[in-house]
């Protein structure tokens, strides 16, 4: 079946994301010597090649500590299906906070802390799954009351979201009606038999529920997510309608930022497979790679604010280009404190149904990196000119097809 996209002719700007003109005499070209500064080339293999974080030494060591312990939570939430959603959207909040915003939490707990109807706020640790470990009788009884504690915060926060839910109600006080002189064996008896009400099987539902509603009001923000890949055939429409549309884009060849770019911020949760600062295959060799290092660095240049990527399109386009600081490669450099952060460009795609799909395929690599060169040539070519880069033709090139 191949790609509906919505036709260059009849290209509208999405409603409520405002965009702005690039400027054309006012932006200073990027000299070599702040080229020195603010890239690196990446020849030495201790060190990831891309651009330096612009946060100072003290705003990172805060963030370090904020992030400790992040990288084992985001395993434990990869690990579980279900979670692979609300570990994105956990990321983007991060990012948001710790480094646009410039805010940074006391702790990690406090920082993911999913927020539900009429104030109610539950750690999103509660949400992990855990195998049960054997333990001797003592460490049993230690785990089990801290369990029980957290339970019960959870419930009061779950009936402020549900309130009309006596359930809730029936599990906290089954709970606090447990004598505090159990030995663990009779302890585990009371769990077990407790966990098999149906009260019980209400409060987990209910927590499903509130799971839910939030990754519901997260996504209500954003743009409407088409998650599928494109298989062989539809590369091949692909590659037809982004050559049908350069001549609209000629037309009218302003490039338009999102100052929203929020609206596109589960794009940017992982890292792009080819176009990235870390890998070479699709860049070929070192140098061609350094030129997309000199290109990230002049369109993070041409803005100052702390947004860690930008979104471009024109007016006449169903492309969108996407580049900048990845959410995990962002977090992973201030967890470590690493001055450094791996930069990616994604294309994505506008579809006839407004909803917005990555250009991303698993089929024929070669007709994959023609389109995303294909879809990547008018972006470079026209920032290019518009901010005064100065890049190479030896680059602007490697984008024709």
């Excluded at 000629?250 to 176009?275: C, D, I, W």
Aim: glycine letters at 4%.
């Amino acid at each position: 079946m191949p790609l509906q996209v919505e036709q260059p002719t009849i290209c509208h700007l999405v409603s409520g994301l405002p965009c702005t003109a690039l400027p054309r005499s006012d932006m200073a070209s990027i000299s070599d010597d702040k080229l020195k500064i603010t890239i690196y080339p990446g020849r030495q293999q201790d060190v990831t090649a891309g651009l330096y974080l612009d946060m100072d030494n003290d705003m990172r060591q805060l963030a370090q500590k904020t992030l400790s312990g992040f990288s084992t939570l985001r395993n434990n939430f990869l690990q579980i299906g279900r979670l692979n959603r609300v570990l994105e959207l956990l990321q983007g909040m991060l990012v948001e906070q710790l480094y646009s915003l410039r805010q940074v939490p006391d702790n990690l707990t406090q920082a993911l802390k999913l927020k539900g109807a009429n104030q109610s706020e539950i750690p999103c640790e509660t949400f992990q799954d855990f195998e049960k470990q054997s333990c001797n009788p003592e460490v049993f009884l230690h785990r089990t009351r801290l369990k029980i504690k957290r339970t019960l915060r959870n419930l009061q926060e779950l009936t402020k979201a549900f309130p009309d839910e006596p359930m809730l109600q029936e599990v906290e006080q089954m709970l606090r009606a447990l004598p505090a002189d159990l030995d663990a064996v009779k302890l585990e008896e009371e769990i077990v038999a407790l966990t098999q009400k149906p009260s019980f099987q209400h409060y987990l539902q209910a927590k499903d529920r509130f799971l839910i509603d939030w990754i519901k009001s997260q996504e209500a923000e954003q743009g409407q997510i088409d998650p599928r890949t494109l298989s062989e055939s539809e590369l091949g429409g692909t590659l037809k309608a982004l050559q049908g549309q350069m001549s609209k884009i000629e037309e009218k060849p302003e490039v338009l930022r999102y100052k929203n770019y929020q609206f596109f911020r589960s794009f940017n949760a992982t890292t792009h497979s080819q176009l990235n600062s870390i890998t070479l295959g699709f860049w070929k060799d070192e140098k061609m790679r350094d030129y997309f290092l000199r290109f990230m660095t002049a369109t993070r240049s041409a803005f100052a604010e702390h947004a860690p990527f930008f979104v471009f399109r024109f007016e006449n386009s169903f492309t969108y280009l996407l580049c900048g600081f990845p959410d995990d490669q962002l977090l992973n450099a201030l967890e470590r404190n690493q001055e450094m952060v791996p930069v990616h460009a994604k294309i994505l795609m506008r579809q006839a149904n407004q909803s917005y799909r990555e250009l991303r395929s698993e089929d024929d690599p070669e007709n994959y990196h023609t389109c995303l060169k294909a879809a990547m040539h008018p972006f470079i070519h026209h920032l290019n000119r518009r901010v005064r880069m100065e890049l190479p033709d030896e680059f602007l090139n490697f984008f024709r097809v």
